[in-house]
């Protein structure tokens, strides 16, 4: 059962402009959601979140959406620069009791990109 | 600082062997993770540290899978009996336990595990 999924295995998009990297979830209990991104041999980084409770974050070129009653969310890069070219996963996480975090995340399965010079 | 560091980088061994893989956290952070990513797919959660102990593992594929974590620090993962498909990379992950927040996880560089 594929709580969090990613439908698009690759994107390709054109130095400059707009990258949309989407993710649709199943689980309405998620309270947080990340955005990770991978470069080959090594571990994902961190690099964006959104609270359930809100619909949008920004950080600098990233911009997450998150649309609750369509279960969706989605991360914008823009501009895209050659530099962004890597595995992006979008991860989901719950708060236990006490609204401490619960741990454990539950990860798509990636969108690779490649921002093109 | 330091960020979380993994043991072997790459591993190769044959079916039927037993492996330890190994996880240095970075220092301070209570939570600690294990996940896997298999060709093509996702990442996904083995199980999950809180100091010593392991409030979930609920992730952990078969009895053949363990983990232990000691004095709060270095975690290993022991696969027994190794089949081929446990290839895959094996991601470990800490976190500072946060209150009332979300739990932001830094991961190290994995270890590729390949079963002949």
């Known amino acids: 059962d594929q709580q969090v999924k990613q439908n698009s295995p690759s994107l390709s998009v054109q130095e400059g402009r707009i990258s949309i990297l989407n993710c649709d979830y199943t689980?309405?209990?998620?309270?947080?959601f990340l955005w990770y991104k991978k470069y080959p041999a090594e571990g994902p980084t961190f690099l964006i979140s959104?609270?359930?409770?809100?619909d949008k974050n920004e950080d600098g070129r990233f911009t997450v959406f998150l649309n609750k009653s369509a279960k969706h969310l989605s991360l914008h890069i823009v501009p895209s620069q050659p530099g962004d070219s890597a595995v992006y996963f979008c991860?989901?996480?719950?708060f236990g009791a006490g609204g401490t975090s619960y741990g454990k995340l539950t990860f798509g399965q990636g969108t690779i990109l490649t921002v093109h010079p | 600082g330091a960020g979380v560091s993994q043991s072997p980088s790459n591993k190769v061994t044959e079916k039927g062997k037993d492996v330890e893989l190994r996880c240095d956290p970075i220092?301070?952070?209570?939570?600690l993770y294990w996940y896997r990513q298999s060709l093509g797919q996702g990442l996904e959660f083995l199980i999950y540290?809180?100091?010593?102990?392991?409030?979930?593992k609920s992730g952990l594929p078969s009895d053949r899978f363990s983990a232990e974590r000691t004095g709060g620090s270095v975690s290993t993962l022991t696969i027994q009996r190794t089949q081929q498909e446990d290839s895959a990379v094996y991601l470990c992950?800490?976190?500072?336990?946060?209150?009332?927040?979300?739990?932001?996880?830094?991961f190290g560089p994995g270890t590729r595990l390949t079963v002949l």
């Open positions: 540290f809180q100091g010593n102990s392991a409030p979930d």
């Open positions: 991860a989901a996480g719950r």
């Open positions: 220092s301070g952070h209570t939570a």
């Open positions: 992950a800490s976190s500072l336990q946060a209150l009332a927040d979300y739990n932001e996880q830094f």
């Open positions: 959104i609270s359930s409770i809100k």
């Open positions: 689980n309405s209990m998620f309270d947080y």
